[in-house]
């Protein structure tokens, strides 16, 4: 889904604008917090969002 704004690099600069932290996630960004999810650390979290989008998104 994203293979055409990343191989453009006009709109793979606008993408990158839109993100306060002005750059794409790593894969290991998104793994970190599904483990700690996953792990039992979280085993008293219930019903929570966690937003891994570089700040892109308010939500909450």
Do not use: D, H, W
């Amino acid at each position: 889904m994203a293979q055409p704004v990343l191989k453009n690099r006009n709109m793979r600069r606008r993408a990158v604008s839109a993100i306060p932290l002005r750059r794409f996630g790593r894969p290991e960004e998104v793994a970190m917090p599904i483990l700690f999810l996953a792990s039992p650390m979280a085993t008293y979290m219930t019903g929570e969002l966690v937003n891994i989008n570089g700040g892109s998104v308010l939500c909450g």
